[in-house]
């Protein structure tokens, strides 16, 4: 009896060393008003820029609410936008992984570049900046010195169904970048630039609303301090422990 016990406690230890457990979420299912929640009641400042270019409408799954971004593609200022203001309780400077779920308007042409999440106001960096570029999802990171790699998917092979929810995730752990589309491996690259550890993420449009409009809808942004393995990310769309 006493080894059965010693058994689950080192099973629960264990477990709980590897949880899947975000450090930040921020669902955006707030449903009404400008203000972003952060999911566990971190002191976290979550608002909406340009609520004009905004509203709040049906979520991922039934019952719940999603952020939806309204921007016409070609304006170039006001555009809606989410902003996170991690501060000091998230280190970009260290492996982590970025997942979040999202809807692509039917209204995006093919050759549109969208921001969805960035952590850099500067086109070129530093920081990273994921992107729906031409119908290839992946990321931009870029240095102090005007640098910047790129780690994107292939449009002809990996297709982005307008109207339909989707996944996407992304893990970063010293120069090394894997995108993940509704939890399958679409892109990679292990020579990136390291990413620096800004203060804020944008959500929606470049910088704060400046261009790079992202047209529709987007939920559920999580934050973890380590590189998920691949049977995590998909056990995490897939909803399985």
């Known amino acids: 009896m006493k080894k059965l016990m ?3 406690i080192i099973c629960c230890s264990v477990f709980s060393l590897f949880a899947v457990d975000p450090v930040i979420e921020v669902k955006m299912d707030e449903g009404t ?12 400042a979550g608002r909406i820029l340009f609520p004009n270019n905004t509203k709040w409408g049906e979520g991922k799954t039934e019952g719940t609410k999603a952020l939806y971004f309204t921007t016409p593609l070609k304006q170039r200022r006001g555009g809606g ?16 992984t970025l997942m979040f779920d999202f809807k692509v308007d039917k209204s995006v042409p093919r050759k549109a570049t969208c921001e969805l999440i960035s952590n850099t106001s500067r086109e070129k960096g530093p920081g990273f900046r994921v992107l729906l570029h031409w119908n290839m999802l992946g990321v931009f990171v870029g240095t102090a010195e005007n640098k910047r790699s790129t780690c994107l998917s292939n449009s002809n092979k990996v297709k982005v169904p307008r ?3 989707h996944n ?8 090394k970048v894997i995108v993940y ?11 990136m630039p390291p990413i620096p550890d800004q203060n804020i993420l944008y959500i929606g449009s470049f910088s704060r609303g400046t261009t790079y409009h992202y047209n529709g809808a987007m939920a559920d942004l999580k934050l973890f301090n380590r590189v998920l393995t691949p049977e995590e990310v998909i056990g995490l769309v897939k909803g399985i422990e």
Do not use: H, M
């Open 81 to 96: 936008t989410a902003l996170v203001e991690t501060f000091k309780q998230f280190d970009y400077s260290k492996p982590f």
């Open 181 to 191: 589309f509704n939890g399958v491996e679409v892109a990679r690259n292990e020579k």
């Open 33 to 44: 008003g400008t203000g972003l929640k952060e999911a566990s009641g971190k002191k976290i």
């Open 163 to 165: 109207e339909v929810w």
């Open 168 to 175: 996407l995730a992304l893990t970063f752990d010293n120069g």
């Open 6 to 8: 010693l058994s689950a």
